[in-house]
């Protein structure tokens, strides 16, 4: 009876054994996937904090072209102030000019020959005789 109990006692030792070879492949497989989840999290990690700084200098960009943009706006504005400007002096120098062929014509009906010389203000007719 003694040896039908370790006949028993070896064979449920080798099943142990068995089941513990088996518990430990299945560990190591366990141990493998989780090293490539951690693989593969560092990756994800990486692709992250590199897409991180690409948004990053995208902003930058975005930034910078928002300035320059903002700077080709206030150079337009000059360059519409001064083309104002320009039409007014152009409106004023157009209005001295009628405004003198006038005064000159008229010199010329009344008094004959005429002389004109400029001034600072615009142009001065007067009479050779």
């Not at 150079?75 to 002096?89: I, P, R």
Request: aromatic share 12%; proline share 0%; charged share 15%.
């Amino acid at each position: 009876m003694q040896e039908h109990f370790c006949a028993l006692f070896l064979e449920q030792s080798a099943l142990f054994l068995e089941q513990s070879a088996l518990f430990l492949e299945q560990s190591a497989l366990f141990l493998e996937q989780s090293a490539l989840f951690l693989e593969q999290s560092a990756l994800f990690l990486e692709q992250s904090a590199l897409f991180l700084e690409q948004s990053a200098l995208f902003l930058e960009q975005s930034a910078l072209f928002l300035e320059q943009s903002a700077l080709f706006l206030e150079q337009s504005v000059l360059f519409l102030e001064q083309s104002a400007l320009f039409l007014e002096q152009s409106a004023l120098f157009l209005e001295q000019s009628a405004l003198f062929r006038q005064k000159c014509a008229t010199s010329l009906l009344v008094g004959g020959a005429m002389r004109v010389s400029g001034t600072a203000d615009g142009f001065r007719c007067s009479s050779l005789a």
